[in-house]
């Protein structure tokens, strides 16, 4: 009977019978899916699911329909290479380490010679230079640093017989400047283009004018003004060059265009494709079909801590991933401990072992535009070009990117977002891993940072991370403790430990991030700061009394959202606040360690 119903199952399920049997699955409507959906949001609507972003994007749950790219679409046919190169920069003091450096990284995965940062006081030789080179016998660099154009411009252009050096070498002036908050020295323009004229034809085959909007980036832009600002300044420039005497096909020809990949996913790919398809509609307006430009990238150094600084290294690695999938030329990973400190082997290792595994691990080598044909991505992608074109063409109303940087209006806008981001820091709604949360309490000792301030002639774009503000409390926090110790918070747990642990590991974990101590006790102690924790039914049993017994000079906390009410009434008896989810916690912290500063816990008497 077994042989017999086996042999009946094989019948069965035949590939002859499968081929006969046919199979409809139900259809359903979108608006079916939400309600689905809404069944299990626990009273949440489904626009609670909708993300609303820093660019005015509104990021979906569900993407059902491809928007309107064809197959041939300048951002996605754009590249001619299906890879990256790897460009981890190199820095140092003399140019002997730099040598070993160089060659260290050449033989470990760099694909070219890629420096920055080598210092006022480095020197190059002419055969210095040709020692550096003869390391690759076609040499490929990657320079986008100032202070290298001026050491190697003329003596790559006396190497030409030697070396036809190919790759990307120059800096942004316009950018740059910004940053110093000064005119463009139209002494120093002058000098470039001169320059420029020499190098271009000394080494035709390197990308010698480079446009970066890491500045913009750091400063706290959003992505559609990164794209705008990139076109605006490749607007300016090309106007520039063409009264010198210069042809638009081969200006474009020598761009480099370098940006600063986040840490949004998504977005960041989008950001990237979309320059692309923005670039081939902006040469097309100069007449020029057919140049796809040079595109770099580097970590964003607005998300990167100094606190728990190995989450560095994760944040680097989804952006890197980013980069990839967005198509990057040239690709620089920064050390994780870069924040802080001079990176070591092991830091520069494992950036440079993040684009490699990426490359060979993950196998990205060889694929070209994986993001295509993705709802999400095409839609993001076609979003960020619509609404970066027009922001490109409100720069140019306003005179182009030069006259825009020169009367502070671009500083004004990026601010705008700069104060966004800040209130998103502040109220933990961004996630600092490390820093904002789950903060370990042993800290990274910061030194105090240089806070004088160059006269600048125009309103400067600001250097600024998104952990800043909790960074610069941890240092206050360091300098009080070590001049004398700071008064340890002491959190009054009423009830049960099941009760009071929710909102006192919610105390703790604050506290954490800028290192004050605290202690759990069961009644008021001698403490200048007391933060109650427990539930709102104990908090109706208790706040009360605890009101009228504690010190004048003690400062008396909720952990937790009373009712209106019952806020009320506690402030009016010496409530000093409650503290919450969505709360500015760095006013809270700020407040907390000025009370702490007020009184020392041996002089608080109950």
């Given at each position: 009977?077994?042989?017999?119903?086996?042999?009946?199952?094989?019948?069965?399920?035949?590939?002859?019978?499968?081929?006969?049997?046919?199979?409809?699955?139900?259809?359903?409507?979108?608006?079916?899916?939400?309600?689905?959906?809404?069944?299990?949001?626990?009273?949440?609507?489904?626009?609670?699911?909708?993300?609303?972003?820093?660019?005015?994007?509104?990021?979906?749950?569900?993407?059902?329909?491809?928007?309107?790219?064809?197959?041939?679409?300048?951002?996605?046919?754009?590249?001619?290479?299906?890879?990256?190169?790897?460009?981890?920069?190199?820095?140092?003091?003399?140019?002997?380490?730099?040598?070993?450096?160089?060659?260290?990284?050449?033989?470990?995965?760099?694909?070219?010679?890629?420096?920055?940062?080598?210092?006022?006081?480095?020197?190059?030789?002419?055969?210095?230079?040709?020692?550096?080179l003869s390391l690759q016998e076609s040499p490929h660099i990657f320079i986008n640093d100032e202070r290298m154009l001026e050491k190697w411009c003329p003596l790559l252009v006396e190497l030409k017989e030697n070396h036809q050096v190919k790759g990307v070498f120059g800096y942004d002036f316009i950018s740059q400047e910004a940053l110093k908050g000064q005119f463009l020295n139209e002494e120093k323009l002058s000098q470039w283009v001169i320059q420029l004229n020499e190098f271009s034809l000394a080494q035709p085959d390197v990308k010698s004018i480079v446009i970066s909007t890491v500045p913009y980036h750091q400063s706290g832009a959003n992505a559609?003004?990164?794209?705008?600002?990139?076109?605006?300044?490749?607007?300016?420039?090309?106007?520039?060059?063409?009264?010198?005497?210069?042809?638009?096909?081969?200006?474009?020809?020598?761009?480099?265009?370098?940006?600063?990949?986040?840490?949004?996913?998504?977005?960041?790919?989008?950001?990237?494709?979309?320059?692309?398809?923005?670039?081939?509609?902006?040469?097309?307006?100069?007449?020029?079909?057919?140049?796809?430009?040079?595109?770099?990238?580097?970590?964003?150094?607005?998300?990167?801590?100094?606190?728990?600084?190995?989450?560095?290294?994760?944040?680097?690695?989804?952006?890197?991933?980013?980069?990839?999938?967005?198509?990057?030329?040239?690709?620089?990973?920064?050390?994780?401990?870069?924040?802080?400190?001079?990176?070591?082997?092991?830091?520069?290792?494992?950036?440079?072992?993040?684009?490699?595994?990426?490359?060979?691990?993950?196998?990205?080598?060889?694929?070209?535009?994986?993001?295509?044909?993705?709802?999400?991505?095409?839609?993001?992608?076609?979003?960020?070009?619509?609404?970066?074109?027009?922001?490109?063409?409100?720069?140019?109303?306003?005179?182009?990117?030069?006259?825009?940087?020169?009367?502070?209006?671009?500083?004004?806008?990026?601010?705008?977002?700069?104060?966004?981001?800040?209130?998103?820091?502040?109220?933990?709604?961004?996630?600092?891993?490390?820093?904002?949360?789950?903060?370990?309490?042993?800290?990274?000792?910061?030194?105090?940072?240089?806070?004088?301030?160059?006269?600048?002639?125009?309103?400067?774009?600001?250097?600024?991370?998104?952990?800043?503000?909790?960074?610069?409390?941890?240092?206050?926090?360091?300098?009080?403790?070590?001049?004398?110790?700071?008064?340890?918070?002491?959190?009054?747990?009423?009830?049960?430990?099941?009760?009071?642990?929710?909102?006192?590991?919610?105390?703790?974990?604050?506290?954490?991030?800028?290192?004050?101590?605290?202690?759990?006790?069961?009644?008021?102690?001698?403490?200048?700061?007391?933060?109650?924790?427990?539930?709102?039914?104990?908090?109706?049993?208790?706040?009360?009394?605890?009101?009228?017994?504690?010190?004048?000079?003690?400062?008396?906390?909720?952990?937790?959202?009373?009712?209106?009410?019952?806020?009320?009434?506690?402030?009016?008896?010496?409530?000093?606040?409650?503290?919450?989810?969505?709360?500015?916690?760095?006013?809270?912290?700020?407040?907390?360690?000025?009370?702490?500063?007020?009184?020392?816990?041996?002089?608080?008497?109950?």
């Amino acid at each position: 009977m077994k042989a017999i119903t086996l042999l009946g199952r094989e019948a069965a399920f035949s590939s002859n019978n499968m081929r006969e049997k046919k199979y409809a699955f139900e259809s359903y409507t979108i608006k079916q899916w939400q309600t689905l959906v809404e069944s299990s949001l626990k009273g949440c609507s489904f626009q609670d699911l909708h993300t609303n972003t820093y660019e005015g994007l509104t990021l979906q749950p569900l993407y059902t329909q491809q928007p309107t790219t064809p197959d041939n679409h300048p951002s996605r046919w754009w590249s001619k290479s299906d890879s990256w190169y790897v460009a981890q920069q190199v820095t140092a003091d003399t140019t002997s380490i730099i040598q070993k450096r160089v060659e260290e990284e050449l033989s470990k995965g760099s694909d070219v010679i890629a420096l920055k940062n080598t210092g006022d006081t480095t020197t190059w030789s002419k055969d210095e230079l040709d020692q550096l080179l003869s390391l690759q016998e076609s040499p490929h660099i990657f320079i986008n640093d100032e202070r290298m154009l001026e050491k190697w411009c003329p003596l790559l252009v006396e190497l030409k017989e030697n070396h036809q050096v190919k790759g990307v070498f120059g800096y942004d002036f316009i950018s740059q400047e910004a940053l110093k908050g000064q005119f463009l020295n139209e002494e120093k323009l002058s000098q470039w283009v001169i320059q420029l004229n020499e190098f271009s034809l000394a080494q035709p085959d390197v990308k010698s004018i480079v446009i970066s909007t890491v500045p913009y980036h750091q400063s706290g832009a959003n992505a559609v003004q990164e794209l705008a600002s990139a076109l605006a300044e490749a607007a300016w420039i090309i106007n520039h060059l063409t009264q010198k005497g210069w042809k638009v096909e081969e200006i474009v020809r020598r761009m480099h265009i370098q940006f600063a990949t986040g840490s949004t996913f998504f977005l960041e790919i989008a950001k990237l494709r979309a320059f692309r398809a923005l670039w081939t509609h902006f040469i097309g307006c100069y007449g020029v079909v057919d140049h796809p430009v040079s595109v770099g990238s580097e970590s964003s150094p607005l998300n990167k801590t100094v606190q728990d600084p190995h989450v560095n290294i994760l944040r680097s690695g989804n952006e890197a991933f980013a980069a990839a999938l967005g198509g990057v030329n040239y690709q620089h990973v920064e050390p994780f401990n870069a924040t802080y400190e001079k990176p070591l082997a092991l830091s520069t290792r494992i950036a440079r072992n993040l684009q490699l595994i990426l490359k060979e691990e993950v196998f990205l080598k060889g694929l070209s535009d994986p993001g295509g044909g993705s709802f999400y991505i095409e839609s993001l992608t076609k979003q960020l070009s619509e609404q970066a074109w027009s922001y490109f063409l409100q720069i140019e109303e306003q005179g182009g990117v030069q006259e825009a940087l020169t009367k502070g209006w671009l500083q004004q806008e990026i601010d705008q977002i700069w104060t966004l981001r800040k209130q998103d820091s502040a109220t933990r709604k961004t996630t600092l891993v490390g820093t904002n949360r789950y903060a370990p309490y042993e800290k990274i000792d910061i030194e105090g940072q240089d806070e004088s301030n160059l006269s600048s002639a125009i309103p400067p774009l600001v250097r600024r991370t998104i952990g800043q503000e909790w960074e610069q409390l941890v240092a206050k926090v360091q300098h009080k403790q070590a001049s004398h110790s700071l008064p340890v918070i002491e959190l009054i747990c009423l009830g049960l430990l099941k009760e009071y642990k929710p909102r006192a590991d919610f105390i703790q974990g604050l506290l954490s991030t800028v290192g004050l101590k605290s202690k759990i006790t069961n009644q008021l102690g001698t403490s200048p700061v007391q933060i109650v924790c427990g539930t709102n039914q104990a908090y109706e049993q208790s706040v009360q009394g605890l009101l009228s017994t504690k010190a004048q000079n003690q400062h008396l906390y909720l952990a937790g959202k009373p009712k209106k009410d019952q806020f009320i009434a506690w402030t009016d008896a010496g409530l000093a606040g409650t503290v919450y989810e969505g709360k500015d916690m760095i006013l809270f912290l700020v407040d907390l360690l000025k009370q702490l500063e007020e009184v020392n816990s041996s002089e608080t008497v109950v």
